[in-house]
């Protein structure tokens, strides 16, 4: 069933203004909407870095070339046609400086790799990752309502990056960058 809901929205750091936004059951099913334009997120600071996470992810709303997030989270490895939708979610999150020490692990992705694995949360923010175990999607979060979240999903609707809508409860789980943001100093 399709859900529509017309909500305006802010997302203070960037001054984002979204406008419409469709609830679906997955978020390969949903089409790729297009974003606004926003303004480059100031730096310092935790709202800025999950800003500039949010902003560096809406950058790429489009593309369907996965060359450029495989050569900064696996770099030297030819990874063929292999599904880029987590390599995409870590490469957001170098371009605003967080999780610089960490690459991608074949076979494992990134979430739980490492000493100090991204913790799950029941109250998602912007920047934290979605994961849903059914296709083991990864997607970031733009933006969280009472029961949905819109996310920015690599290898998303066409095989782009494309933004959705689902409802909360269809994310198996949430992962928060919260460690990450300590990790530079930021305010998480």
Aim: hydrophobic residues 40%; proline residues 10%.
């Amino acid at each position: 069933m399709r859900l529509r809901s017309w909500l305006l929205w802010t997302l203070p750091p960037l001054g984002l203004i979204a406008i419409a936004m469709t609830t679906k059951k997955s978020p390969e099913s949903v089409p790729p909407t297009t974003p606004i334009n926003p303004p480059a997120p100031a730096p310092g600071g935790n709202a800025s870095r999950r800003s500039q996470v949010v902003f560096a992810a809406l950058s790429q709303v489009g593309n369907g070339d996965p060359k450029r997030y495989w050569d900064d989270v696996l770099p030297g490895v030819n990874v063929g046609k292999a599904d880029w939708c987590g390599a995409f979610a870590l490469w957001a999150l170098h371009q605003a400086g967080l999780a610089l020490d960490r690459k991608w692990v074949i076979g494992r992705g990134f979430i739980l790799v490492g000493p100090h694995p991204l913790p799950q949360t029941t109250n998602p923010q912007p920047g934290d990752i979605a994961y849903f175990d059914k296709n083991q999607h990864e997607a970031v979060i733009e933006f969280v309502s009472e029961g949905a979240v819109q996310l920015i999903n690599g290898n998303g609707a066409g095989g782009k990056v494309s933004v959705s809508t689902v409802p909360k409860s269809s994310v198996t789980a949430f992962f928060s960058i919260k460690p990450l943001l300590e990790q530079v100093g930021a305010n998480a």
